[in-house]
């Protein structure tokens, strides 16, 4: 029997292994599409003409502005058509200086050999050296300038709801190594990791597909990207970052293609593709780790919300007092739901059926008005019940939360 168990769960994962390897080959074959549209060869002319900056100065950008994504200087950013706005702070970074010096040194013959005077002396001459220094420059980022649009691909936000959203984004905040929280950002970033606070930032109000594939994204961004000074390019951070993201959602049902692909495209640097086809490992190992967490600590929430032997028959003894106290002509079975189909009655063991418990009706109240029906009232009481499960805090004589 253990040796057939341990069959199961080897197919099992074997097969996970599969679907994650089509997913991340999915990515590959996204992105190559993108790459190889008339819109893309155009960002590329344009993202061509802005810095490439050194992993320190990517750092310091994340530490002054955590939202940033594409900076430059001033006067960059006003051969563009864009303008800084009034009122904002430059983003410091290290720029380098070079400068020219005048020294006296040693003259040198043509077979490097010094040259002596009449004395025996080394005859000196004057001779310009080039050194490179460093100085501070401020930049600024793309959200604090105004002006001619720049060319872009892809869509502005998903769009959809996404099934037990509440408990997945619970699940993702339980797995996440910093806090997560909602703001308003003005620069127009979807989220960000904050490397100083160790925190995570969301936009509000955004569709659910959105807000929880941000999350992972930045999820992933405080799992693997955490330590500041380790020697991953700001590609391969976005790409690891993404493309987790993108296939963690794709393997529960949720295409997140038309915003994933343009975005991983955008941070590969050649027709090769060489950042994603390095991140692809990491892509896979991290999102069957984010899917394995995300299952388990699914079942636990399930369970955790079931209701005891005990709390049902409590729930049927107070659903039957509230169905005699609150019937009337035209106020008996069958009940339907919103779609008019005919619920099932109470089962006589105890239990109430899960169509009966989820139906809402508004019923009138013989005075123009509308009143709860029985059935909202059952729905009412079961959530007490299971709240006061988890809690484990007292209960009237009814079996209700207080």
Known sequence: MAETNNNAQNMNFKSREDRLKELTDQ?????????????????????????????NNCILISMQKPDATLCQSYSAWKKMGRYVKKG??????????????????????????????????????????????????????VSQTEGKELPKLGI??????????SILMGVIRDISPVPIGYEDITTGAKGYYHVAEKRIAIQ??????????????????????????????????EIEAEGTAAVVLNFFGYDTGAYSFPYLASYTTDESMKELKAALNTIRSTSAMIIRSVEDKMIDKEKSQEMSPEQEAELEKYAKEQREEQKQPGDDWPLKDDEGVVADKPATNGNIGR?????????????????????????????????????????????VAI
């Open 355 to 399: 169509k009966i418990l989820g139906t809402v009706r508004i019923l009138p109240d013989g005075n123009g008005g509308k009143r709860p029906s029985l059935l909202d009232k059952l729905k009412v009481e079961k959530e007490k019940l299971s709240k006061d499960k988890a809690a484990g805090g007292a209960a009237n004589e009814k079996g």
């Open 204 to 237: 509000k109000d955004m569709s659910e597909l959105q807000t929880l594939k941000t999350c992972l994204h930045e999820v992933v961004h405080a799992k693997l990207h955490a330590d500041a000074g380790k020697d991953i390019s700001k590609n391969r951070k």
């Open 156 to 165: 502005d936000e998903l769009k959809g709801d996404v099934n037990k959203f």
């Open 27 to 55: 990515l590959e074959v996204g992105v190559k599409s993108v790459r190889s549209s008339a819109e893309f060869k155009t960002l590329l002319a344009t993202m061509a003409k802005f810095p490439h900056y050194s992993l």
């Open 88 to 141: 904002e702070k430059g983003i410091k970074v290290i720029a380098p200086a070079p400068y020219t010096i005048e020294k006296e040194v040693d003259k040198l013959d043509a077979n490097g050999k010094v040259v002596l005077d009449k004395d025996g002396e080394p005859v000196k001459e004057k001779q310009e050296l080039n050194l490179m220094g460093f100085k501070a420059e401020s930049t600024f980022d």
